[in-house]
């Protein structure tokens, strides 16, 4: 997760350590970063579920918490806006404070979408267990999508469809560039994207 930029700003003016940002990137701070693909992750799992027959889908996650859920957030915008569908305020449901400090308890809409896409594979636990207390089945009656292909045991009893962080290719790009910024090689300073994949599970209901 992100850091204060505050914090941020005293390292690189203080100190000449070499830095990467890893997992996030902060807007007006000229650092290397390595990211996942979140904005194309959360759109590829958006058009999945739209080839499953899903047509009204609502997205799970605090937009501008973190970078990456409004990244994720978009990615879900892009698919929605380009097969013509609504983009639902009320389908846009808060997981968790602005400050990021405290996970809110999740509040289902009025009106029912068939399918969530949410922005973390814990928030997409935290969703089921709600959909449960409220007497729908997944993916039976509703069907829902992670991120990450990241969860302690036990959290959840369904296998999520979710977007896989390709961690150990993240990690190997943060290596590579700490090393040629050890030996006082130019890096690009910018966003070093990491391509995850598709993990298709038990989570998502055909309605076609």
Same mark, same amino acid.
């Given at each position: 997760?992100?850091?204060?930029?505050?914090?941020?700003?005293?390292?690189?003016?203080?100190?000449?350590?070499? /830095?990467?940002?890893?997992?996030?990137?902060? !807007?007006?701070?000229?650092?290397?970063?390595?990211?996942?693909?979140?904005?194309?992750?959360?759109?590829?799992?958006?058009?999945?579920?739209? $080839?499953?027959?899903?047509?009204?889908?609502?997205?799970?996650?605090?937009?501008?918490? /973190?970078?990456?859920?409004?990244?994720?957030?978009?990615?879900?915008?892009?698919?929605?806006? $380009?097969?013509?569908?609504?983009?639902?305020?009320?389908?846009?449901?808060?997981?968790?404070?602005?400050?990021?400090?405290?996970?809110?308890?999740?509040?289902?809409?009025? $009106?029912?979408?068939?399918?969530?896409?949410?922005?973390?594979? +814990?928030?997409?636990?935290?969703?089921?267990?709600?959909?449960?207390?409220? *007497?729908?089945? &997944? !993916?039976?009656?509703?069907? &829902?999508?992670?991120?990450?292909?990241?969860?302690?045991?036990?959290?959840?009893?369904? !296998?999520?469809?979710?977007?896989?962080?390709?961690? $150990?290719? +993240?990690?190997?790009?943060?290596?590579?560039?700490?090393?040629? =910024?050890?030996? *006082?090689?130019?890096?690009?300073? *910018?966003?070093?994207?990491?391509?995850?994949?598709? +993990?298709?599970?038990?989570?998502? =209901?055909?309605?076609?």
């Amino acid at each position: 997760g992100g850091l204060r930029s505050s914090y941020l700003k005293m390292i690189r003016d203080h100190y000449a350590t070499p /830095t990467v940002y890893m997992d996030f990137y902060v !807007p007006g701070i000229k650092e290397d970063s390595v990211i996942s693909n979140s904005y194309y992750g959360t759109y590829h799992l958006t058009n999945y579920l739209y $080839e499953k027959g899903h047509k009204k889908i609502a997205f799970v996650g605090t937009v501008l918490a /973190t970078n990456s859920i409004t990244d994720r957030y978009l990615g879900y915008t892009k698919s929605i806006i $380009e097969h013509q569908g609504e983009l639902r305020q009320d389908w846009v449901i808060a997981d968790r404070d602005e400050d990021r400090n405290n996970f809110e308890t999740l509040e289902l809409p009025a $009106e029912m979408p068939t399918a969530f896409v949410c922005n973390c594979d +814990m928030t997409a636990s935290r969703l089921i267990k709600t959909l449960r207390s409220a *007497g729908y089945r &997944v !993916p039976k009656d509703i069907s &829902v999508v992670g991120f990450d292909d990241y969860l302690f045991p036990g959290l959840c009893d369904i !296998p999520l469809t979710t977007y896989a962080v390709n961690m $150990e290719g +993240m990690a190997d790009s943060g290596i590579r560039l700490l090393i040629k =910024k050890m030996n *006082g090689k130019e890096t690009s300073q *910018g966003m070093h994207m990491v391509e995850g994949s598709f +993990m298709e599970r038990a989570s998502v =209901k055909n309605i076609e």
